[in-house]
């Protein structure tokens, strides 16, 4: 018996029309164990996240570029937090003592978690903790992208590869990026609800919303590649579909992501004009200097980007294979597939020389800063692609090896890492304790500041012409100053504070204009003869009270809109 043929733009057809069933569908069935489900993956994905911070049991903490400045923000939290302070905005500490409002413009999300880990493990282990943790939530985060689509395995194998992908490795070694670690695990949840927003509709816009909100208050580049991420997919996604509307939801989610995170994003924006944050795009971090295997007047720089550079071209590599080999999806999956596809080509071309036109001109693009932290989205679709390509152990197996191979090189061959032991951690606390604060950060500074000229053995208060006067230090906490000056005559008091519009100054009940020094950028006080009480406080401005009441209202309009459709079922 002959069987007929049957015309390859019918199998077309309904490989097309598999595609536009729900996503449910496509699900792979859930194991009969239950519970136990997601012990495996979790096992897995912990166990090679363990595997990446074992050298920390032996070598100490790997001190990137931003190691200190994470370490000393959160034990400077933990400080403020036992002063009952539970949102900082003020670090009392930083530039030596005379502080910066660096808590207004470093999301929360990374501080805060620190700032936990410190308050019950030992410093030293609290990084270690961290990336555990980081690694181990981006692998879940993928596992469960993953699953949609591959078998139970498969999707392990992905998981675990998201959470030691070869940029990974970078941040935790040579970075300390840990804010941008922890903004990888809301990359593989991006993706997913964007291919579920044209099958959920309205109800994907709040999911992806609440990913927009957690990309601002854990990382801002991480943020801005977020939303132009969104729109990429948004786009493709509509043009695969032929359905507009996704588009819609896509601008819906990024609103209701900046409404509910307004309390950090609205004084972030405001702000800014109060500090000298141009030094954000200071020669050597601007998007100019960071193309990969760009070099400029810089050794130091040159090094590290050879070093990241080596491993793109690495990764990139072994992606281009994967999408060549992984092709049969474009015809099972397309919407997975083509949308993997355009995002990875996107990542890689934002990290190129010739695109350049698009970071000076695109909204805010410039602020991502380094061109190659685009390899944070591009993990999402290796990880994926290679674990659709490489369907045998052998060839994953090989991948990992070229992996390995790419670390191993840059490791001994370009740039090693640089350690920091547990004395070094020892004498940050030691700072922190005695007052004398630690290094801060340029583009924090308040305008008319000038961190180069900061004197770290300077009083608290000093009067410039009154030698005889008496000075007495009350209270000297981190949002709250008190001091008491008996002076012969009038003069101006010089504190061990950079002078920035949120403090509030009193001398003997009444407010008084403070004033900025001409060196450093000092509050300068005037006080008369007498007894001055002088009081200063870090208050709450129009752009934080505005920030704070949009987030509240944004969250209570959501617990409404989730809450109504219960009610209205319960007693219909």
């Known amino acids: 018996m002959r069987i007929p043929a049957v015309p390859l733009r019918n199998i077309q057809l309904n490989l097309s029309t598999l595609d536009r069933t729900p996503l449910a569908r496509h699900e792979a069935p859930v194991n009969s164990d239950g519970g136990t489900v997601w012990f495996r993956p979790l096992l897995a994905v912990a166990a090679v996240a363990f595997a990446v911070v074992t050298p920390l049991f032996f070598l100490g903490n790997p001190s990137g570029h931003d190691f200190e400045f994470h370490m000393n923000s959160w034990m400077e939290v933990l400080g403020q937090w036992k002063h009952g302070i539970v949102y900082p905005r003020w670090a009392a500490l930083a530039q030596y003592g005379y502080g910066e409002p660096r808590f207004i413009f470093y999301p929360p999300a990374s501080w805060i978690l620190g700032t936990a880990l410190g308050s019950f493990l030992p410093w030293k282990a609290v990084p270690g903790a961290y990336v555990w943790l980081g690694l181990t939530l981006s692998g879940c985060s993928m596992f469960v992208l993953a699953r949609r689509w591959l078998d139970r ?57 609440l990913i927009v909100a957690a990309a601002w208050l854990t990382n801002l580049p991480a943020a801005v590649m977020v939303t132009y991420s969104l729109a990429l997919l948004a786009v493709a996604a509509a043009m695969i579909r032929r359905s507009p509307r996704i588009l819609f939801y896509g601008a819906a989610a990024v609103l209701l992501g900046a409404a509910l995170a307004a309390f ?281 009270t505005a920030g704070g009441g949009i987030s509240i209202l944004t969250l209570g309009l959501v617990v409404i809109g989730a809450v109504l459709p219960l009610v209205r079922r319960r007693y219909r």
């Not at 100019?288 to 295997?293: E, K, R």
């Not at 036109?357 to 695109?362: A, D, K, N, P």
Request: with cysteine; net charge neutral.
């Open 153 to 209: 395995r498969d999707a392990i194998f992905a998981a675990a590869l998201y959470a030691v992908n070869p940029y990974y490795i970078l941040i935790v070694y040579w970075r300390s990026a840990f804010a941008e670690l922890l903004a990888g695990a809301l990359l593989p949840l991006l993706l997913l609800y964007v291919l579920r927003s044209e099958d959920e509709g309205r109800k994907a816009v709040l999911p992806l919303g």
């Open 264 to 544: 950090y994003v609205v004084p972030a924006a405001y702000e800014k004009r109060w500090v000298n944050i141009a030094e954000v795009l200071a020669l050597g971090v601007r998007p100019q200097d960071n193309f990969l295997f760009t070099m400029i007047a810089d050794a130091d720089h040159n090094r590290f980007n050879r070093l990241i550079s080596d491993l793109a071209a690495a990764e990139i590599g072994v992606l281009a294979v994967a999408v060549f080999f992984s092709r049969p999806w474009r015809h099972q999956q397309p919407r997975v597939w083509w949308m993997l596809t355009a995002w990875a080509y996107a990542t890689v071309l934002l990290m190129l020389p010739f695109t350049f036109f698009l970071w000076e001109h695109l909204l805010d693009l410039r602020f991502v800063q380094l061109p190659w932290r685009w390899l944070l989205c591009l993990n999402v679709a290796f990880a994926l692609l290679v674990t659709m390509a490489c369907r045998r152990w052998g060839g994953r197996a090989l991948v990992c090896l070229i992996m390995l191979a790419a670390l191993v090189f840059v490791w001994h061959r370009v740039l090693p890492p640089w350690w920091d032991n547990a004395a070094e951690i020892s004498r940050m606390i030691s700072r922190q304790r005695s007052g004398a604060g630690y290094e801060g950060t340029d583009e924090y500074v308040p305008v008319g500041g000038d961190a180069y000229d900061v004197k770290p053995e300077a009083p608290l208060a000093t009067l410039d012409n009154d030698a005889s006067a008496r000075i007495a230090v009350q209270r000297w906490d981190p949002e709250s100053r008190l001091l008491f000056a008996e002076v012969h005559q009038p003069g101006k008091l010089t504190m061990r504070l950079f002078n920035y519009p949120a403090w509030q100054v009193e001398v003997n009940g009444h407010v008084v204009d403070a004033e900025t020094s001409d060196d450093a950028g000092q509050m300068v006080i005037p006080v008369q003869a007498g007894g001055n009480q002088v009081r200063i406080t870090f208050v709450r401005t129009w752009d934080r």
